[in-house]
């Protein structure tokens, strides 16, 4: 354990994940420093403090020089979410996005630096999970906004500034409307010969609803699969698109009967003209 002079030491990237102290926590942790002096060491790595942040500007402030050990760990993002994530008075969503901010950093940062290559990776979210201490869908959701979300908004979760599930309903685009179904129109079996063109229409309209809603699917099911409520929106649009299906059926039904309809009054007008002339016949005997 060594003694240092370093008030102008950083914080390395992985300890800026965890939120400062409130200033009444802050003020009694000075109290504390002056009262009892230093009983915890402040950890570094790569010349950077690592854990320890809070007592090392403590420490500056009161004019009292640290006790700095240099980490010789090989895994100091385990280090130091254990040391910090069940020791803080954190939420669950700010856990969960401390983990993914954390294994980001690390996966951007592991090529470049010998002594993160060997580090364990949180590479799944059940493993995140597992560390932070939060359920899997929460998990998924920190991970889907460190991922997605401007650093700002990603530090306000961190912070304790804004609520996860907030911040997730700030990057998630609106849910599409599905178009609604064009009204049927009602074809009677005497209808002129334009009906039928009118109905065609009608089949057109509903075969390019049914595309787009298909098409909306598919770009919804991509963008909120973690959703469970926009799943159960794109249930009910599934329903509809099969209650169009019914209906352009219905409408493909009724053509038929229309043109068995007229074959058949044909059929019962030549009968009828046939008969008639007959009757002529039989009058002129």
């Given amino acids: 354990m060594t003694e240092k002079n370093t008030q102008t030491m950083e914080l390395h990237p992985l300890c ?5 102290m409130s200033d009444a926590e802050f003020d009694s942790l000075k109290d504390n420093l002056l009262d009892n002096g230093q009983t915890h060491p402040i950890y570094s790595l790569d010349g950077m403090i690592l854990d320890g942040g809070n007592r090392y500007r403590a420490l500056c402030e009161l004019g009292i020089a640290p006790v700095i050990i240099e980490y010789t760990g090989s895994n100091p993002t385990q280090f130091i979410l254990s040391s910090n994530l069940h020791r803080r008075h954190l939420t669950q969503g700010q856990s969960a996005a401390i983990v993914s901010a954390s294994q980001s950093w690390v996966n951007a940062q592991v090529a470049g630096n010998p002594q993160l290559r060997d580090t364990a ?3 799944t979210a059940t493993a995140r999970a ?9 998990q998924q959701l920190a991970d889907k906004l460190v991922k997605e979300a401007p650093a700002e908004l990603v530090k306000e979760v961190i912070d304790g500034k804004k609520s996860l599930n907030k911040a997730i309903k700030e990057i998630t685009p609106p849910k599409p409307v599905a178009p609604k179904p064009e ?3 009602v074809v009677e079996q ?5 009906h039928e063109d009118q109905l065609s229409s009608i089949i057109d309209e509903q075969q390019g609803a049914i595309k787009a809603l298909e098409a909306d699917n598919d ?7 973690s959703d469970d409520r926009v799943l159960a929106s794109i249930e009910e649009v599934k329903k509809l698109t099969g209650l169009n299906r019914d209906l352009n059926a219905r409408i493909n039904a009724l053509m038929d009967e229309k043109n068995e309809a007229v074959k058949a009054a044909e ?6 003209l046939k008969l008639e002339a007959e009757l002529k016949e039989l009058q002129n005997i």
Avoid: C, I
């Fill in 16 to 20: 800026t994940y965890f939120p400062r």
């Fill in 121 to 123: 990776q949180l590479d």
């Fill in 130 to 138: 597992k560390q932070s201490g939060v359920g899997h869908r929460t």
């Fill in 183 to 185: 009204p049927v129109q």
């Fill in 190 to 194: 005497d209808a002129e010969e334009n």
């Fill in 219 to 225: 770009v919804m099911l991509k963008v909120f699969e």
């Fill in 267 to 272: 059929h019962w007008k030549d009968q009828f």
